[in-house]
């Protein structure tokens, strides 16, 4: 498991496989939607941005002319779009065998979802709680399934706020925000496996983050963006994380996975830790009660 110079070559045949990948438009999601179809796999792109998502669909088939690749809408920031997502997918499709939840925002200025929650938290966890639990019944249905979290290094310098998750009574601070909505990532993924643990029908449940990775994802912050041209690596190399959550057939359920390099920021990937925050359980668990509680959406 420390092979630490895993990479796309020693991701098997994905053939018969439907993988819905988050996010897919851009960056990291673009990368494992090319990757993947090239493996064989029928990904489904759920995107925000559906023109965008054809334009990148038809990029992939023209590079891989026998991908299967669909695109369909889905707006993390809305808990309608989520159940709409999820109901039309689980009407088309019998199987679900990979659900990567690599959508996000990042340090973003104060705004909020349609359903009221502080727009890192809401799109970086809350949407992706919420659709997970949509498509749970499919995903414990298809045999040796998967759930994929993306978090990040960001983690580290989250501590969330239970009373005031979605900063109506405090200053905005939107690193810190950031890092909250990535510590949930871990929250959730780590919750969920052990929810699941006597489940034998249970998928398997990872985490992945890809260090220092130059996306549209920086956008916002003039400073990481300058920092990102220099240091950061590509996204053929930041998405390996994700993509060996998604199919080394080593993995384990509540494993995490990042970058190699010195402070995680570049490499191929290993298995590495989360924080002690990270694995605080009575934290996961009244953030997972309060996810219920305000997505509506109960597994």
Same mark, same amino acid.
């Given at each position: 498991m420390s092979n630490s $110079?895993?990479?796309? =070559?020693? #991701?098997?045949? !994905?053939?018969n496989k439907t993988i819905i990948i988050t996010g897919a438009s851009s960056g990291l999601g673009k990368q494992a939607s090319k990757v993947l179809a090239q493996k064989g796999a029928t990904v489904i792109m759920a995107v925000r941005n559906v023109k965008k998502g054809e334009v990148v669909a038809k990029e992939i088939r023209t590079e891989f002319p026998n991908s299967n690749i669909i695109v369909k809408s889905l707006d @993390?920031?809305? @808990? $309608?779009? #989520? $159940?709409s997502f999820a109901d039309s997918f689980i009407s088309d499709y019998n199987q679900l065998d990979v659900l990567i939840n690599n959508a996000g925002v990042m340090?973003?200025?104060f705004s909020k979802t349609e359903d009221d929650f502080e727009i890192q938290m809401g799109t970086n966890h809350f949407g992706h709680f919420a659709l997970t639990g949509h498509l749970m019944p499919l995903l414990l249905e298809t045999k040796e399934s998967r759930v994929v /979290? *993306?978090?990040s290094v960001a983690h580290k310098q989250g501590d969330i706020n239970f009373e005031d998750i979605n900063w109506s009574k405090r200053g905005y601070k *939107?690193? =810190?925000a950031y890092g909250d909505s990535k510590l949930a990532n871990l929250y959730f993924a780590l919750e969920l496996d052990r929810k699941l643990k006597n489940n034998p029908n249970a998928p398997i449940i990872s985490v992945s983050h890809?260090?220092?990775? =130059?996306?549209? @994802?920086?956008?916002?912050?003039g400073l990481a963006s300058f920092i990102g041209n #220099? #240091? /950061? !690596?590509?996204? !053929?190399?930041?998405?390996l994380p994700t993509l060996r959550a998604a199919t080394d057939i080593k993995v384990k359920s509540g494993e995490y996975y990042g970058p190699s390099g010195v402070m995680e920021m570049r490499g191929n990937p290993i298995l590495v830790q989360p924080n002690k925050m990270a694995q605080n359980e009575e934290n996961a668990k009244k953030l997972w009660e309060l996810s219920e509680t305000l997505t509506g959406v109960k597994y």
């Open positions: $110079k895993w990479s796309e =070559k020693d #991701i098997p045949s !994905q053939k @993390l920031n809305s @808990l $309608k779009s #989520i $159940k340090m973003c200025p /979290a *993306t978090s *939107t690193v =810190k890809p260090g220092w990775t =130059k996306t549209e @994802l920086d956008r916002h912050s #220099i #240091i /950061a !690596q590509t996204p !053929q190399m930041g998405t």
